[in-house]
């Protein structure tokens, strides 16, 4: 009988929600499978499966085939918590839009939308292509496998800024499921330290839309409009960011706000 050890490596299984419980045996398969024989798992491993949705359990590794890995479901998880915060992407360079996707996912974001904005239109190497809607899922895969989470965020666009703030507009301040608070990267906002220190105000249940602009910042009427939309401008600091880097910025806080509780 093989040795048991544990690694502690997570791998994705689609139909794992539907899992009867401990002793079922769950099949890996295709990229997953590639992955396992890439970090040579051995039989007798003990695995994290997911699917992505927030579902996890343990599992050993009963035997690695050509065509699957064979694994033992021995005990379930409890289920992480996800944050309710989306974010707003601008429509941005190919390798940083899909670098931003996978610190987004390592924050833990409930999806990702690509905003087009008016200075973003110009982006020849945006990926609005399937392969680039592959590429960014393959990477968010990565991010939330190594960082031993269990979702998926959804990932979306481009959208048109100007649908993207009417949709805003009608679910503000709506409250419970469906409502929306906002946050609009801005560096003439309220400091995001500040908002550290007080909490932020937003009603239970409410998703966070963490909006950030394109290179060279938002124009004066997509600002105008997204604040008469209900957005609150947020600054971290007088710095001229990147784009994806102002958006980790915000994540992070946004992050460890609603991690301590501190909501009004």
Do not use: Y
């Amino acid at each position: 009988m093989a040795k048991k050890t544990r690694s502690g490596r997570t791998f994705i299984d689609p139909g794992l929600g539907k899992a009867s419980g401990p002793g079922e045996v769950r099949l890996v398969e295709g990229s997953e499978l590639s992955h396992a024989r890439t970090v040579r798992v051995k039989t007798g491993e003990t695995v994290i499966l997911t699917d992505g949705m927030g579902k996890r359990w343990e599992a050993t590794v009963d035997e690695v085939k050509r065509e699957h890995m064979e694994c033992v479901l021995t005990s379930e998880m409890p289920p992480q918590n996800l944050l309710p915060v989306r974010l707003w992407a601008p429509a941005g360079n190919r390798d940083r839009s899909l670098w931003l996707v996978e610190k987004a996912v390592e924050i833990g974001v409930r999806s990702v939308t690509w905003i087009v904005w008016e200075r973003s239109r110009s982006v020849a190497d945006f990926g609005k292509s399937e392969n680039f809607v592959a590429r960014a899922s393959a990477r968010a895969a990565s991010a939330m496998k190594q960082s031993g989470g269990s979702w998926l965020p959804h990932l979306s666009g481009p959208v048109e800024w100007r649908q993207a703030a009417d949709w805003f507009a009608a679910r503000r301040g709506r409250g419970g499921a469906g409502g929306a608070h906002g946050w609009l990267g801005d560096p003439n906002g309220t400091p995001a330290v500040a908002l550290a220190r007080r909490g932020m105000s937003r009603r239970s249940n409410e998703d966070l839309i963490v909006a950030v602009g394109p290179e060279g910042g938002l124009l004066q009427p997509e600002r105008d409009r997204c604040i008469e939309a209900g957005f609150q401008p947020v600054s971290l600091g007088a710095a001229n960011l990147r784009f994806e880097t102002a958006a980790v910025g915000l994540l992070a806080m946004a992050s460890a706000i609603l991690e301590t509780g501190r909501l009004k």
